[in-house]
């Protein structure tokens, strides 16, 4: 099975950027689907955006949409997200976590009971 451990948390100014980094290690990413999960306390865990097993497709839910970005590669078994304009609304937990995806009718999954595979989670957090 996959094991995923995320980096690159932190804190940052209200405006600046962070890049989350998600590693995979015990099993190839290639057959996963990536997503990425954001949680605060005391709020369920909630979607963000994820990459295809290709890298070619990508969707987001529509508070981050043209602030964050989700590339992967896959011969370093890594996705990356990556967070611009962050805001005082940004600050959480966040999640990498895989998804087996080799259905060929495969689509996008936005329910973290999706996910088989979960990273410990990284801190960000935004001082304004």
């Known amino acids: 099975q996959v094991q995923l451990v995320e980096s690159g948390g932190g804190l940052v100014l209200a405006g600046g950027s962070l890049r989350l980094y998600c590693t995979a290690s015990g099993y190839s990413l290639n057959y996963y689907a990536v997503g990425w999960f954001r949680q605060v306390p005391g709020k369920e865990r909630e979607f963000v955006g994820a990459?295809?097993?290709?890298?070619?497709?990508?969707y987001y839910t529509d508070s981050v949409k043209g602030r964050f970005s989700i590339s992967r590669d896959n011969t370093k078994n890594t996705a990356a997200l990556y967070m611009n304009s962050l805001t005082p609304e940004d600050p959480a937990v966040y999640y990498c976590a895989a998804e087996y995806a080799v259905d060929r009718d495969w689509s996008f999954k936005t329910s973290p009971a999706a996910y088989g595979y979960w990273g410990q989670g990284t801190q960000v957090t935004v001082s304004s």
């Open positions: 990459i295809d097993r290709s890298g070619g497709s990508t």
